[in-house]
């Protein structure tokens, strides 16, 4: 393979800032083919428009070390009057605030004639007919040429910004943050000027954004950004769909957009201070996938299956794997057998919700309790943590079953009548024999809590029969989070309820899981309460599993028959619709 | 612009009213103070009297004297100095090019040295020497400038001998050549409008210097220098161009300035200009000089600004686009 | 004044914390006007003679009982400088709170009210900025006669204008705030609007704005003083200085440099040290403004 045009070893921009730098990029490496598109994306903050200004030399002397080789030639490290002729020429960039990027007292056509006329020398005429070309090329007319910045709307100076950054016909184009702050259209319009240019020979473009949407549709490859570090690169498409990286994932969960359905969920914690990063994995204080080793080192960028990723765990984490599941019931004594599950398998990330849909009688609810380990599979193994459940013994089967907790459907059924809400939620802990009683009647009240319920003394003497259908379903959900699980099975968990209280038990599930990272697996017949809850859907029929994949897609293309059915079928408030 | 004319318009009209009414409305009627025998400041020679009666028409309605003192205004009769007898309108008329001389050349070299040196500092801020000429304009801004033509005054004058004490050339002398009498006038400029420049110069460094830093931290001149422009062209087609806008904006302040400061300067370098005119008649109650020397500065005050305000509309094209409305 | 209280309250707590956050500029400037301030108080202690009595032989040389020489009268120039500070100290201060009293009322009113008053008082203003400040404090000293009571007047009648817009600027911006609209939709009147929640946003300029208007306000005495436009019955160091270039031949000796120079010093320390205490007042203040 030819050596990659723009290549980028170990870059550091690091801004003194009284006691403590600012490093604001941290030992980032990348490489850029010729006429190749890379998109670096992260927030704000995150180090990507310094990235930018170092491949250009606009930092002050002494903020940058590291390598910046283009064509072969190392760039890092020149004298201003070095960089002057490479500027523009070889690299240019459009940066991120086109608003304040001209010069308020020039004209447009003149400002991006400037450099043709005083960078390459050109004569007056030829530089106007070359700008003339520019503009037309980003859909400029030549009134927009006459005016002053000020008279242009924030669409048309991006592309004047864009045409300024074309003039000298560079190799390599930096944009930066194009699509910020602009109404949609523009976005749009920008976005397919920005594919034109790509497709342009010659030219080698890196897209700086933390619009995804728009990298995705623009370039090839794409780099993730955190805390001044790469945590994933890979291609575009790929990266962007299913994600490998913690961080990654959590991203594409809290940006909005028009194919997700789910609710917008963020990312726990806050962003670092970039004078004082974390130890080890800059993201190990927001990741809930976190180990001891994260804390300690910092992972490095490496392969793993066609992709870098600097996870010390090599990316998300699978929780809960099962594999060819089956299971069959004697009905009545009859000796017929009813086979409830026929070969299922799934799996189940960190963090992650999915969902399991089908009518009565699909074998999903028996699938869940196969998952959790309530029955015995009669073929194929269930893998949690690495660990086949079928194979631990004893001992570990205890250790495990803190890992993993169910929901039932019915809360009444599955709390004793005969209990106080205080002996309910601490009864995990009495069985396992975890802490001092003082302590577990703390971490009960702590989960009571959580569940948004208050642990007063009147309410911790009640029993089932005293409390509501909503109300009980909470402390069971406490019950379950009291051993601090990693992954919830939720088997209906709120088809006896109002619908006013299912959707705040749903909503409180979706924070209790986003806030601990546990996986959640949800067992339901009701596809438009998962809707907003599934980052996945799973959809079983009569014991197999039919169809599965991201939420959005399942719902808006589905590819199995039955799945549409179940689609047209669902409640919608649209009363054309669904006909049945 | 045309509302800003009717605005100057008003505002002039406003200054000749003022100049008006003042002398008649303050307690102890000073205009007739002027004419009364028992007063103690009865002007005694009748022939100045009767100029000063015809002038001011104390005895008519106060409509008729407003209606005869718009008149003279017009027709350039701004009554008889009562101190030297002469009148008014000739007196400025004598007067005035000194002043204009001095505050000219004030105000050019300050802009002129404000404009270089500041964008000089401004670009190499937070250097040493970028931080002593900072400390040194805001002494030489702020002292006073009747403080600063006194040392310079002794200095220059006194001590070394090099420049001439007083006045606008030397009295009773008689000139070769056009030239030799340019060379009178201008050793005698030196030491006032040096004074004057000095001041103007401490107010204006700083202005050009802080507002330049202003414009190179913004955006477009990142772009500009990622442009790969030519430092010459960074700093002066770019960033002192964007400079100077602020800059101009003050100038009519600075002009006012710079003729309060040449009051001073003139009375104490004895120059023949409108401050020395003035102060001379405020020592002797001269009230139609005074009134006239007011209005004639009001008028050059309220002319730069003016002027300030056309040259700010060209050289900013976001103003200009306000004016078209 | 209100930025030197804080001082003292401060100077209780950790010292080295206060010097960073005060700034240098205002602790110098500061100190400075303190020290005057303080000159000023103790004059009859520290003066040795009364500066109106004549105490020794007309412009005598410099000695142990005259450290300045006398003045051409036979006054002792030393203690006229030390009594001259209560004269500047007077009319800056006197002049400054004239300044800020009438140009916090008109922003304030004008900013609070809008509408054609705001817009008429803001005419006001911008004729009153365009016409030339020195010729018309002239005209009006002429008319109205010199004494000390009069400057002060002149003073802050030529300079509230620009402290009036400050001010508007200020209480239009906080007119618009939240809990402003919030409080009259309880019912708040303006006074209560403005004495609750406008007048101390407002506090912090008017701060800054006494001491710049100080400034000004002890260079125009001190100026009007030298022109013969000042209370020739005090003895402020402009007058000083006028005396001292009246004095036919001055400049052929060296007498300047115990009568001329002295009081130009202290007008150009005093003009100084107000101008820093507000550079350094104005930067402190200001962060704090855009925060609210």
Same mark, same amino acid.
Not at chain 1, 366 to 390: C, I, K, S
Not at chain 3, 24 to 53: I, M, R
């Given at each position: 393979?030819?050596?990659?045009?723009?290549?980028?070893?170990?870059?550091?921009?690091?801004?003194?800032?009284?006691?403590?730098?600012?490093?604001?990029?941290?030992?980032?490496?990348?490489?850029?083919?010729?006429?190749?598109?890379?998109?670096?994306?992260?927030?704000?903050?995150?180090?990507?428009?310094?990235?930018?200004?170092?491949?250009?030399?606009?930092?002050?002397?002494?903020?940058?070390?590291?390598?910046?080789?283009?064509?072969?030639?190392?760039?890092?490290?020149?004298?201003?009057?070095?960089?002057?002729?490479?500027?523009?020429?070889?690299?240019?960039?459009?940066?991120?605030?086109?608003?304040?990027?001209?010069?308020?007292?020039?004209?447009?056509?003149?400002?991006?004639?400037?450099?043709?006329?005083?960078?390459?020398?050109?004569?007056?005429?030829?530089?106007?007919?070359?700008?003339?070309?520019?503009?037309?090329?980003?859909?400029?007319?030549?009134?927009?040429?006459?005016?002053?910045?000020?008279?242009?709307?924030?669409?048309?100076?991006?592309?004047?910004?864009?045409?300024?950054?074309?003039?000298?016909?560079?190799?390599?184009?930096?944009?930066?943050?194009?699509?910020?702050?602009?109404?949609?259209?523009?976005?749009?319009?920008?976005?397919?000027?920005?594919?034109?240019?790509?497709?342009?020979?010659?030219?080698?473009?890196?897209?700086?954004?933390?619009?995804?949407?728009?990298?995705?549709?623009?370039?090839?490859?794409?780099?993730?950004?955190?805390?001044?570090?790469?945590?994933?690169?890979?291609?575009?498409?790929?990266?962007?769909?299913?994600?490998?990286?913690?961080?990654?994932?959590?991203?594409?969960?809290?940006?909005?957009?028009?194919?997700?359905?789910?609710?917008?969920?963020?990312?726990?914690?806050?962003?670092?201070?970039?004078?004082?990063?974390?130890?080890?994995?800059?993201?190990?204080?927001?990741?809930?996938?976190?180990?001891?080793?994260?804390?300690?080192?910092?992972?490095?960028?490496?392969?793993?299956?066609?992709?870098?990723?600097?996870?010390?765990?090599?990316?998300?984490?699978?929780?809960?794997?099962?594999?060819?599941?089956?299971?069959?019931?004697?009905?009545?004594?009859?000796?017929?057998?009813?086979?409830?599950?026929?070969?299922?398998?799934?799996?189940?990330?960190?963090?992650?919700?999915?969902?399991?849909?089908?009518?009565?009688?699909?074998?999903?609810?028996?699938?869940?309790?196969?998952?959790?380990?309530?029955?015995?599979?009669?073929?194929?193994?269930?893998?949690?943590?690495?660990?086949?459940?079928?194979?631990?013994?004893?001992?570990?089967?205890?250790?495990?079953?803190?890992?993993?907790?169910? $929901? *039932?459907?019915?809360?009444?059924?599955?709390?004793? =009548?005969? !209990?106080? +809400? #205080?002996?309910?939620?601490?009864?995990? /802990? @009495?069985?396992?024999?975890?802490?001092?009683?003082?302590?577990?009647?703390?971490?009960?009240?702590?989960?009571?809590?959580?569940?948004?319920?208050?642990?007063?003394?009147?309410?911790?003497?009640?029993?089932?029969?005293?409390?509501?259908?909503?109300?009980?379903?909470? $402390? *069971?959900?406490?019950?379950?989070?009291?051993?601090? =699980?990693? !992954?919830? +099975? #939720?088997?209906?968990?709120?088809?006896? /309820? @109002?619908?006013?209280?299912?959707?705040?038990?749903?909503?409180?599930?979706?924070?209790?899981?986003?806030?601990?990272?546990?996986?959640?697996?949800?067992?339901?017949?009701?596809?438009?309460?998962?809707?907003?809850?599934?980052?996945?859907?799973?959809?079983?029929?009569?014991?197999?599993?039919?169809?599965?994949?991201?939420?959005?897609?399942?719902?808006?293309? #589905?590819?199995?028959?039955?799945?549409?059915?179940?689609?047209?079928?669902?409640?919608?408030?649209?009363?054309?619709?669904?006909?049945? | 612009?045309?509302?800003?004319?009717?605005?100057?318009?008003?505002?002039?009209?406003?200054?000749?009213?003022?100049?008006?009414?003042?002398?008649?409305?303050?307690?102890?009627?000073?205009?007739?103070?002027?004419?009364?025998?028992?007063?103690?400041?009865?002007?005694?020679?009748?022939?100045?009297?009767?100029?000063?009666?015809?002038?001011?028409?104390?005895?008519?309605?106060?409509?008729?004297?407003?209606?005869?003192?718009?008149?003279?205004?017009?027709?350039?009769?701004?009554?008889?100095?009562?101190?030297?007898?002469?009148?008014?309108?000739?007196?400025?008329?004598?007067?005035?090019?000194?002043?204009?001389?001095?505050?000219?050349?004030?105000?050019?070299?300050?802009?002129?040295?404000?404009?270089?040196?500041?964008?000089?500092?401004?670009?190499?801020?937070?250097?040493?020497?970028?931080?002593?000429?900072?400390?040194?304009?805001?002494?030489?801004?702020?002292?006073?400038?009747?403080?600063?033509?006194?040392?310079?005054?002794?200095?220059?004058?006194?001590?070394?001998?090099?420049?001439?004490?007083?006045?606008?050339?030397?009295?009773?002398?008689?000139?070769?050549?056009?030239?030799?009498?340019?060379?009178?006038?201008?050793?005698?400029?030196?030491?006032?409008?040096?004074?004057?420049?000095?001041?103007?110069?401490?107010?204006?460094?700083?202005?050009?210097?802080?507002?330049?830093?202003?414009?190179?931290?913004?955006?477009?001149?990142?772009?500009?220098?990622?442009?790969?422009?030519?430092?010459?062209?960074?700093?002066?087609?770019?960033?002192?161009?964007?400079?100077?806008?602020?800059?101009?904006?003050?100038?009519?302040?600075?002009?006012?300035?710079?003729?309060?400061?040449?009051?001073?300067?003139?009375?104490?370098?004895?120059?023949?200009?409108?401050?020395?005119?003035?102060?001379?008649?405020?020592?002797?109650?001269?009230?139609?000089?005074?009134?006239?020397?007011?209005?004639?500065?009001?008028?050059?005050?309220?002319?730069?600004?003016?002027?300030?305000?056309?040259?700010?509309?060209?050289?900013?094209?976001?103003?200009?686009?306000?004016?078209?409305? | 004044?209100?930025?030197?209280?804080?001082?003292?309250?401060?100077?209780?707590?950790?010292?080295?914390?206060?010097?960073?956050?005060?700034?240098?500029?205002?602790?110098?400037?500061?100190?400075?006007?303190?020290?005057?301030?303080?000159?000023?108080?103790?004059?009859?202690?520290?003066?040795?003679?009364?500066?109106?009595?004549?105490?020794?032989?007309?412009?005598?040389?410099?000695?142990?009982?005259?450290?300045?020489?006398?003045?051409?009268?036979?006054?002792?120039?030393?203690?006229?400088?030390?009594?001259?500070?209560?004269?500047?100290?007077?009319?800056?201060?006197?002049?400054?709170?004239?300044?800020?009293?009438?140009?916090?009322?008109?922003?304030?009113?004008?900013?609070?009210?809008?509408?054609?008053?705001?817009?008429?008082?803001?005419?006001?203003?911008?004729?009153?900025?365009?016409?030339?400040?020195?010729?018309?404090?002239?005209?009006?000293?002429?008319?109205?006669?010199?004494?000390?009571?009069?400057?002060?007047?002149?003073?802050?009648?030529?300079?509230?204008?620009?402290?009036?817009?400050?001010?508007?600027?200020?209480?239009?911006?906080?007119?618009?705030?939240?809990?402003?609209?919030?409080?009259?939709?309880?019912?708040?009147?303006?006074?209560?609007?403005?004495?609750?929640?406008?007048?101390?946003?407002?506090?912090?300029?008017?701060?800054?704005?006494?001491?710049?208007?100080?400034?000004?306000?002890?260079?125009?005495?001190?100026?009007?003083?030298?022109?013969?436009?000042?209370?020739?019955?005090?003895?402020?160091?402009?007058?000083?200085?006028?005396?001292?270039?009246?004095?036919?031949?001055?400049?052929?000796?060296?007498?300047?440099?115990?009568?001329?120079?002295?009081?130009?010093?202290?007008?150009?320390?005093?003009?100084?040290?107000?101008?820093?205490?507000?550079?350094?007042?104005?930067?402190?203040?200001?962060?704090?403004?855009?925060?609210?």
């Amino acid at each position: 393979m030819s050596e990659a045009f723009l290549s980028v070893h170990d870059l550091h921009v690091h801004f003194p800032k009284g006691p403590a730098a600012v490093r604001a990029v941290d030992g980032v490496s990348f490489d850029l083919a010729a006429g190749g598109a890379l998109a670096i994306v992260g927030e704000t903050g995150s180090g990507k428009t310094s990235i930018g200004r170092a491949l250009l030399g606009l930092h002050p002397p002494g903020s940058t070390w590291g390598s910046i080789r283009l064509a072969g030639r190392e760039l890092a490290g020149l004298s201003e009057e070095a960089w002057r002729p490479l500027r523009w020429r070889r690299i240019a960039m459009a940066v991120q605030s086109a608003g304040t990027a001209f010069d308020p007292v020039y004209r447009i056509g003149e400002q991006i004639a400037e450099p043709l006329r005083e960078h390459l020398g050109l004569p007056s005429e030829v530089a106007a007919a070359r700008v003339d070309m520019l503009a037309e090329r980003v859909g400029l007319e030549p009134r927009h040429l006459r005016a002053y910045p000020h008279q242009l709307s924030g669409g048309e100076k991006q592309r004047a910004m864009l045409a300024m950054a074309l003039s000298c016909e560079p190799e390599v184009l930096i944009v930066d943050e194009p699509t910020s702050g602009q109404d949609v259209l523009s976005r749009a319009r920008l976005i397919d000027l920005l594919r034109q240019v790509r497709d342009e020979k010659g030219l080698s473009l890196i897209l700086i954004s933390h619009d995804l949407a728009a990298a995705a549709q623009v370039a090839e490859r794409v780099a993730v950004l955190y805390a001044g570090k790469l945590v994933e690169v890979g291609a575009a498409r790929r990266v962007l769909e299913s994600p490998r990286h913690p961080y990654t994932w959590g991203l594409l969960n809290a940006y909005p957009n028009m194919t997700t359905a789910r609710d917008l969920r963020g990312i726990r914690g806050h962003s670092p201070d970039p004078s004082d990063p974390p130890s080890g994995c800059r993201f190990h204080p927001r990741c809930t996938q976190a180990v001891d080793l994260c804390r300690q080192a910092e992972p490095s960028l490496v392969q793993v299956g066609g992709r870098l990723l600097a996870c010390h765990l090599g990316g998300l984490q699978t929780l809960l794997q099962a594999r060819d599941l089956r299971k069959a019931f004697s009905s009545n004594g009859q000796g017929e057998r009813v086979t409830a599950v026929r070969g299922a398998s799934l799996e189940v990330y960190e963090g992650e919700v999915v969902a399991l849909v089908g009518e009565t009688g699909s074998g999903k609810t028996t699938l869940g309790r196969l998952l959790v380990g309530l029955l015995e599979a009669d073929g194929g193994h269930v893998v949690f943590e690495g660990q086949d459940l079928a194979a631990v013994d004893g001992r570990s089967r205890k250790a495990l079953r803190r890992r993993i907790q169910f $929901v *039932a459907q019915d809360p009444f059924d599955a709390i004793s =009548p005969r !209990l106080t +809400v #205080a002996e309910i939620v601490r009864e995990p /802990l @009495d069985v396992q024999k975890v802490g001092t009683a003082a302590e577990r009647v703390e971490k009960a009240h702590r989960c009571l809590r959580a569940v948004g319920l208050e642990p007063g003394p009147t309410f911790l003497s009640r029993r089932a029969h005293e409390l509501s259908g909503g109300q009980l379903q909470r $402390v *069971a959900i406490a019950r379950a989070l009291v051993l601090d =699980p990693k !992954l919830i +099975v #939720a088997d209906e968990p709120v088809s006896m /309820l @109002d619908a006013s209280e299912q959707a705040k038990v749903i909503n409180l599930l979706k924070e209790i899981q986003n806030e601990r990272g546990m996986g959640l697996l949800l067992v339901s017949h009701d596809l438009a309460l998962v809707r907003k809850v599934a980052d996945r859907i799973l959809v079983m029929r009569q014991g197999e599993i039919v169809e599965g994949g991201p939420a959005n897609r399942v719902v808006t293309r #589905a590819e199995h028959p039955y799945t549409s059915a179940l689609l047209q079928a669902a409640p919608a408030l649209d009363w054309e619709v669904g006909q049945v | 612009m045309k509302s800003r004319i009717s605005a100057y318009v008003v505002t002039l009209w406003i200054v000749l009213t003022l100049n008006f009414l003042l002398p008649r409305l303050l307690p102890g009627d000073p205009l007739s103070a002027l004419l009364d025998p028992e007063s103690s400041d009865y002007v005694f020679d009748a022939q100045v009297r009767a100029a000063l009666e015809a002038y001011y028409g104390l005895d008519q309605p106060l409509l008729a004297q407003y209606g005869a003192y718009l008149k003279g205004i017009v027709t350039g009769d701004l009554g008889r100095s009562i101190q030297l007898n002469q009148p008014v309108g000739e007196l400025i008329a004598a007067h005035l090019p000194w002043t204009l001389l001095l505050t000219g050349t004030a105000l050019t070299l300050a802009s002129l040295l404000g404009l270089l040196v500041g964008s000089q500092a401004a670009w190499k801020r937070g250097s040493t020497t970028d931080r002593l000429l900072t400390a040194a304009s805001v002494v030489a801004g702020n002292a006073p400038v009747y403080f600063m033509g006194t040392m310079l005054l002794i200095l220059l004058g006194a001590e070394l001998g090099w420049l001439p004490l007083a006045g606008g050339r030397t009295p009773f002398a008689s000139y070769s050549s056009p030239l030799a009498a340019a060379a009178d006038v201008l050793a005698h400029l030196v030491m006032p409008a040096l004074t004057l420049t000095l001041s103007l110069l401490g107010i204006q460094f700083l202005l050009v210097r802080n507002n330049m830093v202003g414009v190179l931290g913004e955006d477009f001149m990142l772009v500009a220098r990622a442009k790969g422009l030519r430092q010459a062209r960074l700093k002066w087609n770019h960033a002192l161009r964007n400079a100077l806008l602020p800059f101009v904006a003050h100038l009519a302040a600075h002009a006012s300035l710079a003729i309060t400061g040449a009051v001073f300067i003139e009375t104490l370098f004895q120059y023949p200009g409108m401050g020395r005119l003035i102060f001379e008649a405020v020592g002797a109650r001269d009230y139609p000089v005074i009134q006239g020397v007011f209005l004639a500065v009001a008028l050059i005050v309220l002319t730069a600004n003016l002027l300030a305000d056309w040259l700010n509309t060209r050289l900013d094209p976001r103003l200009a686009e306000e004016v078209g409305r | 004044m209100s930025a030197l209280a804080r001082l003292g309250q401060r100077a209780r707590v950790r010292p080295v914390r206060w010097i960073s956050a005060l700034g240098l500029e205002t602790l110098l400037g500061g100190g400075a006007v303190l020290l005057f301030v303080l000159v000023a108080l103790a004059a009859p202690l520290l003066a040795p003679y009364d500066p109106h009595a004549f105490s020794g032989q007309p412009l005598e040389r410099p000695s142990a009982a005259h450290p300045l020489g006398t003045n051409d009268a036979g006054q002792d120039i030393l203690s006229e400088l030390i009594y001259g500070t209560r004269i500047s100290l007077a009319v800056g201060l006197g002049a400054a709170l004239g300044t800020v009293a009438l140009g916090l009322l008109v922003g304030a009113v004008a900013g609070y009210a809008g509408g054609p008053v705001d817009t008429l008082l803001m005419r006001l203003v911008d004729v009153m900025l365009t016409l030339p400040r020195l010729p018309l404090l002239i005209l009006l000293a002429a008319f109205l006669g010199s004494g000390l009571t009069q400057t002060i007047a002149i003073i802050s009648l030529l300079f509230w204008p620009v402290t009036a817009r400050v001010i508007r600027a200020q209480v239009q911006s906080q007119r618009q705030r939240g809990y402003v609209r919030m409080a009259r939709n309880f019912g708040a009147g303006p006074g209560y609007v403005l004495r609750r929640h406008i007048l101390p946003a407002v506090a912090p300029l008017i701060a800054f704005g006494l001491v710049a208007a100080a400034g000004r306000a002890v260079a125009m005495e001190a100026g009007l003083a030298f022109l013969g436009l000042g209370d020739p019955t005090a003895k402020s160091w402009g007058l000083m200085m006028r005396f001292a270039l009246n004095l036919p031949g001055l400049l052929l000796t060296d007498r300047w440099l115990w009568w001329l120079v002295p009081p130009g010093l202290c007008i150009t320390a005093l003009i100084l040290a107000l101008t820093y205490l507000g550079m350094g007042l104005e930067v402190r203040l200001q962060p704090r403004l855009r925060r609210r």
